[in-house]
Each structure stands twice: as structure tokens, then as C-alpha cells.
């Protein structure tokens, strides 16, 4: 069997100029970054169009560690509705490299379901991720500086300052750190630490802005700490969001690849879900809804994470209404949430699948809650068996919701026509529009628990005294209109990741809740997340390598 990268090595790429026409897109608007990338201007973005095209949105189950193939999914359900004459372009998340290097590979997708050229977007890609860690700190470096000062000092208090460093990598050593040591001559001794920049508030701006105004608002709005005598200080205070932006200049714009059918494919931005919210760009999502008919879009990990957060903070901010949902299940990821180990999916355990059918039906049900149609997407492996699968299927079908086996894997946009058809034939016959979970206007209490309660399925929620702290600033910085972007763990429902399937009668603990002012949501932080993950004891990277002729090897 060919591994990913063998597959798309197979595939004669198309000039992006090819991939460009189909979306009526002229030559001279294209910013080439090579024969099959570029970048695309923002004034392709058209409100009028917008109002027509559809929105597909792809999400899943909780996944089991190596995930559950939504982006694979997505370009195969891209590929498999075009091929019924359906316009699509599928929107997608650029990969980071911690990920890439560490335990799950990279977010290109697999086998025929790819988008192209898988090495130059699962590495450094046109720079966009470079360009947002340089922006991010940038604003460090100016804070730091900033306290040194004897002449243009704010008067910063270092023990309040919240914002940290990032870099692209999984680092689990530069996660709390010290700096400012060696002397007078080299800052205030204090401490601080590391994210990873998927993690970064400049991610989630990125994301979430609507153009390069907005951008440059957002950026000055970022809560930095609190001077000596008790005043917030912002990003425009330190007159940093002038150059932070002009970092940004071209990293605001969607960048344009194909998939390995050919299909235009728009990728751009890189939050993780857990983390933080999870999709790609409004920039991205609008481009894409501007210039063909339909756009199929993902959001990170299981629909407790992403989903909600694409609904409840992106399409709400953005002023968008996806038409279906496609919930991604795998039999594997059922075994695993009724109680099979990791080690024994690839074996045959009707028991287990069925034990497992509780999580796929708190999703399903999570969806219905904001009033959307789903679609079961049941991404086919080679071990699965017919028995099993016709499990999943007899249960979706006993709930009201079509279920569509598909094989995006093997047999690419072929073996997602029906998946294609039963999505198309709820999209076009939808009159719904999706509601949230809870209105923005409620307090950040009545926020966290109508999520935890209504999505996770939580019996109550407790703060610890760091957490009410926390509440009592945001009230006293006026900030308690924003929406909330929960920090969870994506291993389960709940806020352990132990709880596996459909965990009842738990309590969610949010531990402490971040700031950011400039993205315009709160980050509550439940369980033992944290922003800068780690490397696995194999990891990923130790598989990558390169020979004389420049040829990679090793990526997924």
C-alpha cells in the first residue's frame, strides 16, 4: 500500500493558473509563491456572493489520539461534489509544525483525498505561520523593552504581564521559563514561558478578522497587564500594532492550492481547537463562499470543540449560517469509546461499537442544538467490518439521520458521490438558520454553563479561586460581553480525558480564564490543558528525512 506522500508524488500537479480559472479568478489577481501556490487578494471577497453560496461544515466524534480524518473527509467530500456538478471549494486550516513533527503527522489529508503540494503546505507552506510568530513576539520583545525603560516606561508591573512567547514546535522544556537574567544590562528578571503558535492570540486575530483594518484594531486591543498602579495596558499603548501588522501584511491573505482532483482548495490560518477556536480564517471562509457555490469548511477535533466554537464565536462574529453538518465517524473511534484499547481497533468488536454509539449520538444531538441537519459520515478503514458498520448505520438511521459509508481514502472524490448527494439534498432543501448556544450578552457564568451543560453534558460547573479572580478583572475591564473559547481537552466529552463515550453527572473545573481582548473572546481553562504540547516518545520528526535530490520522505 502507497503511504500519503507516495500517492500525491504520483499526482502531475496543474499550474495554479488552471486551478484559478475555475473559480473565474484573472491571472494578474493571482500572487504566485512558486508553480502551485498563491495567494489571493482580498478584494475577490463579494458580499452578494457570499449571500448565495452554501457552507458545509465538517466535524466529528471525539477522536482517538491519530484522529478521526476530517480533513481528509472534507477533500473528499470537495472532490465527490464536484464530481455531481456541485461548484465546491473546500476551506481548510493550515498545518503547524508541532503536530507535523510530533505525534499526529500532517493536515493534508490522505491517500486520494489530499490537497497539493502536501510538502511545501505541511512544512513551511508561503510563511504565514512564521509571520504570525514574528508578529507575536514582536509584542513581547516591545513589553520587555518597555519595563527596561528609564525614558518611555509605562510603568508596566512584570508580574501581571500575561503575554508569552511562541514558536512553531512542540517544546515541553520552554513551557515556564525565566528570563531577563545576566544583569542590569539584559531586562527584569521575571517569569514567563512559551505557546505554540497555533496557540497564540495573533492566531485566533488572524482568524477572526475581517481585513486589514480590522486586523490592525484587533492587534492594539491585546490585554498585555496591568501598570504599578492598577490600569490595563494594551498593544496600542506600547504603540506596537502598527508594525505587528505590517508583519501581517501578507498573511492575511488566503492562499490558493489544489486538491489531487484538481479542485481549488483554500488554505489559511492554523488555530487549534482545543486551544483555541479551531477553523480557518472568516477571510478564508468568505473568499471561498465569494467564488464558488459551495464551500465545504472544517473545525478541529470533535463537534464539543470546534463545532461550537465555529458556531458560537466565528459564524456569530462573521455573520455566517452553515446549510448541513458532516459528523465524521469511525468505527475505531466508537471501539475506543466503549471501552476497547487503543491497541485492539484494528480487531473485530461489535460489542464495543455498540458501547461506543453513545458518543455518536451526544454529537448528534449537539448538532441538532443549534438547529443544523447533520449528516453521519462514516470514514471507512480496511479493518472495518460490514457487521459493524451496519450497527453505526441502524443506530443514526433509529435517530432520524442518514448515515453514508465513504471511502475518501482509497477511492477519493468516487468514494464520496453518496456522502456528496445525501449532504447536497439537505443543503439545497434547508430553510433553518443555526442558533447558538447562548447570546453574548449573558453573563461569562451563564456562558461557560449553557456550553459545559448543553454540549458536554456536564451536571454543574466550579471555579477555583484563581478562576474568580479571573471573572472580577474581566468585570472590572468591562470585557464580559465577549464569547467563550473553552480550553478542553479533545480526548473526551468532559473535561477528563479518562471519561471516555458519553460521560454523565461530571463537573467541569475551570481552573483560570485568559484574556483576549484583541481575538474578542474569553479562554476559560478547564483540566490540566496546556498551550505548548510536548513530544511523544517517537516522535514523527525521527521518520522525516530528505536525499540528495531534495526528495522528502517520512510525512503523513
Known sequence: MKSDIEIARTIKLKPIQQISKKLNIKDSDLELYGKYKAKLPLSLIKKANIKKSKLILVTAISPTPAGEGKTTMSIGLTQGLNKIGKKTTVVLREPSLGPVFGIKGGATGGGWSQVLPMEDINLHFTGDFSAVEKAHNLLAALIDNNIQSKTKSLNIDPRTVLWKRVMDMNDR????????????????????????????????????????????????????????????????????????????????????????????????????????????????????????????????????????????????????????????????????????????????????????????????????????????????????????????????????????????????????????????????????????????????????????????????????????????????????????CIAKTQKSLSDDPKLLGRPRDFVVTVREIEIAAGANFLVPITGNMMRMPGLPGTPSAEFIDIDKNGNITGLF
Open 173 to 484: 522544556a520552554l513551557r515556564d521559563i525565566v528570563i531577563g537574567l545576566g544583569g542590569t544590562g539584559s531586562g527584569i528578571p521575571r517569569e514567563t514561558g512559551f505557546d505554540i503558535t497555533a496557540a497564540s492570540e495573533i492566531m485566533a486575530i488572524l482568524c477572526l478578522s475581517n481585513d486589514l483594518v480590522d486586523l490592525k484594531t484587533r492587534l492594539g486591543n491585546i490585554f498585555v497587564g496591568f501598570t504599578m498602579d492598577r490600569k490595563p495596558i494594551y498593544a496600542r499603548d506600547l504603540k506596537a500594532h502598527g508594525a505587528m501588522t505590517a508583519l501581517l501584511k501578507d498573511a492575511i491573505k488566503p492562499n490558493l492550492v489544489q486538491t489531487i482532483e484538481g479542485n481549488p482548495a483554500i488554505i489559511h490560518g492554523g488555530p487549534f481547537a482545543n486551544i483555541a477556536q479551531g477553523t480557518n480564517t472568516v477571510i478564508a471562509t468568505r473568499m471561498g463562499m465569494s467564488l464558488s457555490d459551495y464551500v465545504v469548511t472544517e473545525a478541529g477535533f470533535g463537534c464539543d470543540l470546534g463545532a461550537e466554537k465555529f458556531l458560537d464565536i466565528k459564524c456569530v462574529s462573521a455573520g455566517l449560517s452553515p446549510k448541513a453538518i458532516v459528523l465524521v465517524a469511525t468505527i475505531r473511534a466508537l471501539k475506543y469509546h466503549g471501552g476497547a484499547d487503543l491497541k485492539t481497533l484494528s480487531r473485530s468488536n461489535q460489542k464495543a461499537v455498540k458501547g461506543g454509539l453513545e458518543n455518536l449520538e451526544k454529537h448528534i444531538e449537539n448538532v441538532l442544538q443549534f438547529g443544523i441537519q447533520p449528516v453521519v459520515a462514516i470514514n471507512r478503514f480496511l479493518t472495518d467490518t460490514d457487521a459493524e458498520i451496519q450497527i453505526v448505520i441502524d443506530k443514526c438511521e433509529s435517530l432520524g439521520v442518514k448515515a453514508v459509508l465513504c471511502n475518501v481514502w482509497g477511492e477519493g472524490g468516487k468514494g464520496a458521490v453518496n456522502l456528496a448527494k445525501a449532504v447536497a439534498e439537505v443543503v439545497d432543501n434547508t430553510t433553518k438558520k443555526f442558533k447558538p448556544i447562548y447570546d453574548w450578552n449573558w453573563s461569562v457564568e451563564e456562558k461557560i454553563e449553557a456550553v459545559a451543560k448543553k454540549i458536554y453534558g456536564a451536571k454543574s460547573v466550579e471555579y477555583t479561586s484563581k478562576a474568580k479572580v479571573d471573572l472580577r478583572r474581566i468585570k472590572r475591564l468591562g470585557l464580559e460581553k465577549l464569547p467563550v
